[in-house]
């Protein structure tokens, strides 16, 4: 089913319940939105350009023939021109910047559909043919409105302020064949400090300063207790059995009766490095299974 641009223009969020091939074919779509709003945003941007270069131009030479001292039919008549091109280059100026900003806006972070459409053939291998995939996939800015979270004030710096964000822009869920479920996220964290600060002059100056955080990757693998029950007897071995990308940091590790969550930070320099970001969740899975296998051992011992 195609995807309707309009409603992705408005939203950024693609959402769906659906088998592999459909959500292939939907991120291949989006691939095309995404390539024909490259083209566009830079052909209206050099559009945007001439239309400038040219209303500079019409503008100059407009304010010298209007200050010339002798008035004839003739410039006179050749200055209403120039205030009619004039007009017509801001026109085409404004129509440019406001169709770049559309596309801009459809101007995707290829990554994010790379990285989800890798991701999901990984995980389908060890799915049933049938399996449904429950995807939430997200393209809004990272200082949009929807992803503040709160707003603190500065520890520190007296009448300054501290906005948060979390951009949670990728979620899937779905289950093995083994009847383990998958919760995989992954979240941009940012915090920009804004306020007033006096400079070296005297006078008082408004300033704004960003930290990203990095990305924090989730993962809950919630197991059937009958085949992996003895897992919660392995808490104090689990940590050993993490290996991750060597550029990730291992967050948190916990092991419930009924799953293991485990959380990874990912440093701002690598967010968005795809291959670093496979390798990242692709090893968080298979130390989860690690784990898993040897309860499964465990387990049949015991019976």
């Given amino acids: 089913m195609p995807i309707e641009v309009s409603q992705l223009r408005e939203t950024l969020i693609y959402t769906i319940q659906s088998p592999l091939v459909n959500i292939l074919d939907d991120l291949e779509q989006i691939k095309e939105i995404d390539v ?4 566009k945003q830079k052909e209206y941007l050099e559009k945007a350009l001439f239309y400038f270069v040219g209303l500079v131009s019409a503008l100059f030479l407009t304010a010298i023939l209007i200050s010339q001292n002798t008035k004839t039919l003739i410039l006179s008549l050749f200055i209403a021109l120039l205030v009619i091109i004039d007009i017509a280059l801001i026109i085409g100026l404004s129509y440019a910047l406001v169709e770049r900003g559309k596309f801009k806006r459809l101007n995707f972070k290829n990554y994010r559909y790379d990285l989800t459409k890798q991701l999901l053939q ?22 949009s409105q929807e992803n503040k979270i709160g707003t603190i004030p500065h520890p520190y710096k007296p009448g300054w302020k501290i906005d948060n964000y979390r951009d949670e822009w990728l979620g899937i869920q779905g289950q093995f064949v083994d009847k383990t479920r998958f919760y995989l996220s992954l979240t941009e964290l940012f915090k920009k400090q804004y306020g007033w600060k006096r400079g070296s002059s005297g006078k008082q100056k408004y300033k704004t300063k960003s930290s990203h955080l990095g990305l924090d990757i989730n993962l809950k693998l919630a197991y059937p207790q009958r085949r992996y029950g003895a897992v919660k007897l392995l808490q104090n071995e689990v940590n050993n059995a993490v290996q991750l990308h060597p550029s990730s940091t291992l967050r948190l590790i916990k092991i419930t009766d009924k799953a293991i969550h485990i959380n990874v930070r990912v440093p701002r320099q690598f967010d968005e490095d795809k291959n670093i970001l496979y390798a990242t969740i692709t090893s968080m899975f298979l130390s989860c299974y690690q784990v898993l296998n040897l309860a499964k051992r465990l387990s049949k011992q015991s019976v």
């Fill in 36 to 39: 024909v709003a490259e083209s």
């Fill in 122 to 143: 990984m995980l389908f291998r060890d799915m049933d043919a049938a399996s449904i995939f429950d995807l939430k996939l997200s393209f809004r800015p990272l200082e």
